[in-house]
């Protein structure tokens, strides 16, 4: 069983830029697809990025982030970061990571009901 915990939220203005990090525990992600949400306030659980452990680690965003925000993975560290930059303030939110086995290599998820492992949140708050 693999642990989560996230880092790296904060208070940025409009413009600025954060970096999310998830770093494991008592496995190592290199087999596990991964993957950030976010939440806010009296809103759902939605997704924001997503990739998978295999050699190309493919990725996939939300559009509402697309072209913004990147995730990575760091096998030497097990991590995986979430680089957000020309924050916005919609994107004000608990950020959580998550990761689950997949079939093979290539899966990557953007359903968090698809997800066996998530971290606390850490919050991110963008100001106008």
């Known amino acids: 069983q693999v642990q989560l915990v996230e880092s790296g939220g904060g208070l940025v203005q409009a413009g600025g830029s954060l970096r999310l990090s998830c770093a494991a525990s008592g496995r190592t992600l290199s087999r596990y697809a991964t993957g950030w949400f976010r939440q806010a306030p009296g809103k759902e659980r939605e997704f924001v990025a997503a990739?998978?452990?295999?050699?190309?680690?493919?990725?996939y965003y939300a559009d509402s982030v697309k072209g913004r925000f990147t995730i990575s993975r760091d096998s030497a560290k097990n991590t995986v970061s979430l680089q957000m930059n020309s924050l916005k303030p919609e994107d004000t939110a608990v950020y959580y990571c998550?990761?689950?086995?997949?079939?093979?290599?290539?899966?990557?998820?953007?359903?968090?009901?698809?997800?066996?492992?998530w971290g606390q949140g850490t919050q991110v708050t963008v100001s106008s």
């Open positions: 990739t998978s452990w295999g050699g190309d680690s493919s990725t």
């Open positions: 998550a990761a689950r086995i997949p079939p093979s290599d290539s899966f990557y998820y953007t359903d968090d009901l698809e997800y066996d492992y």
